[in-house]
């Protein structure tokens, strides 16, 4: 078992910046990908960003250039960077990690860009 703990979000003005990070604790070792996903209200969970053990990473198109997701496999922490952010619907941001073919999500944390 993977327990994920997230931290950071908060209600941010429109081209401000926030830092997401996520812990994990529990079995750690063999952990595999990690990265970031968020849900809107009424909408699906989309892909963020995600990372490699290996620091490989994937952008969802409306971030790229703004988001930059980074890694501590040490300390098994994965880090989102939020830059330029722009008004939309509040969303919660959940932390996942893949390990041994079994995913884990965190609890979430609220993200709100609002002037």
């Known amino acids: 078992q993977v327990q994920l703990v997230e931290s950071g979000g908060g209600l941010v003005q429109p081209g401000g910046s926030l830092r997401l990070s996520c812990a994990a604790s529990?079995?750690?070792?063999?952990?595999?990908?990690m990265g970031w996903y968020r849900q809107a209200p009424g909408k699906q969970r989309e892909l963020v960003a995600t990372i490699t053990s290996g620091g490989a990473t994937v952008y969802a198109d409306s971030v790229k250039g703004r988001f930059t997701i980074s890694r501590d496999n040490a300390k098994n922490t994965v880090t989102l960077q939020m830059n330029s952010l722009e008004p939309e619907a509040p969303a919660v941001y959940y932390c996942n990690a893949l390990r041994h073919g079994v995913a884990y999500w965190g609890q979430g944390t609220q993200v709100t860009v609002s002037s």
């Open positions: 529990g079995s750690r070792f063999g952990i595999g990908v």
